[in-house]
């Protein structure tokens, strides 16, 4: 696929929201780092520095090498998506040297017979279910009302030993501890709870910083900008404060240079039913500014999904199955 175009902002230029932005920016090509990939939405830095992406159709975790673009496969033979892409293996994360992935919408709710919850890494062809969120959630139904009673994960982060899971559907984030689980997951559940919940306003991204959560919302359909939201909250006092709004179908949030905070949005709703993407090229990377807005970086973005820095780089991956970098990113006041 051709090289997207992507709007770089001017050095520390004025803050705007990213829909009512007019000003003419420079336009430059990202580099695309890696492609090929079969389902992709989540990713992570792996402990060596790499990039490791789960890629649900295919069922396996895929690591590339940020300088080369080299695609390996770090481990394979977890349960493959029933509904194409959003099911499967969503998300990573490493825990020490180990690796967790978050599975989603492969149980008999949704045409498969495995397990939706939290998979550890022991092996190249090798899994342990560590958290059973599936069967949690069908036992601790929410308030809201919802089609899909194991729910429709998203998103996962470590948080001080611990994991932390998103439930779009369900619109809750989940605490799971799966230090301990050496064969299998308690037969009670116990490991899992709920930290928050919300009406529906669509859960996606998590990011950390400290003891503070960050978590994106891409909003209830149609995912209009005023529902685009970055909010924080910490686990002894889990009650959401808005941080910044604006920002249409947000679908991540992650701390980039000196601390700065951003979002990323898939950019405008194709429309059909819920779950599906933004329409291609209209993605966008923003920045968080300290009057609750944000400032526009990126644009023309192809659907991304997950975002990752590494020093002044941004590293997304679309839906297309690709892998791209945006350099020279810095500038920025320092929100935390």
């Known amino acids: 696929m051709a090289a997207a175009l992507v709007t770089l902002m001017p050095v520390c230029a004025p803050s705007a929201p990213p829909q009512y932005t007019t000003e003419k920016h420079p336009r430059v090509k990202p580099t695309l780092l890696a492609g090929g990939l079969e389902g992709s939405l989540g990713s992570t830095i792996g402990p060596d520095g790499a990039l490791y992406i789960p890629e649900g159709k295919a069922g396996r975790i895929s690591r590339i090498d940020v300088e080369t673009g080299a695609v390996t496969t770090f481990a394979s033979g977890l349960p493959k998506s029933a509904i194409g892409v959003g099911g499967g293996a969503l998300d990573i994360a490493f825990l020490g040297e180990t690796a967790y992935v978050l599975v989603t919408l492969v149980s008999s709710y949704v045409e498969g017979n495995d397990i939706d919850g939290i998979y550890r890494v022991d092996g190249p062809n090798s899994f342990t279910v560590v958290a059973n969120v599936g069967r949690w959630s069908v036992a601790h139904p929410p308030r809201p009302a919802f089609d899909v009673p194991t729910g429709s994960m998203y998103a996962m982060e470590t948080y001080r030993g611990e994991l932390l899971v998103t439930d779009s559907h369900l619109n809750r984030v989940l605490r799971i501890k799966v230090a301990g689980c050496v064969s299998s997951p308690p037969p009670d559940d116990s490991n899992i709870s709920e930290l928050i919940a919300f009406d529906d306003i669509v859960p996606t991204g998590l990011a950390i910083s400290g003891h ?55 950019g405008t709703w194709g429309g059909g039913v819920a779950g599906d993407p933004g329409l291609p090229n209209t993605g966008f990377l923003v920045r968080v500014n300290e009057d609750g807005g944000f400032t526009l970086v990126a644009d023309h973005l192809d659907r991304p999904t997950s975002l990752e820095f590494i020093g002044n780089t941004a590293y997304y991956v679309s839906l297309a199955g690709e892998v791209w970098k945006i350099e020279g990113i810095s500038c920025g006041h320092r929100y935390h």
């Open 212 to 266: 503070t959560i960050y978590m994106a919302e891409a909003g209830p359909l149609p995912h209009l900008p005023k529902d685009g939201k970055i909010v924080e909250f910490e686990s002894k006092n889990p009650v959401a404060t808005e941080v910044a709004s604006g920002a249409r179908l947000l679908v991540d949030v992650e701390t980039g240079p000196h601390h700065h905070l951003y979002g990323l949005s898939q």
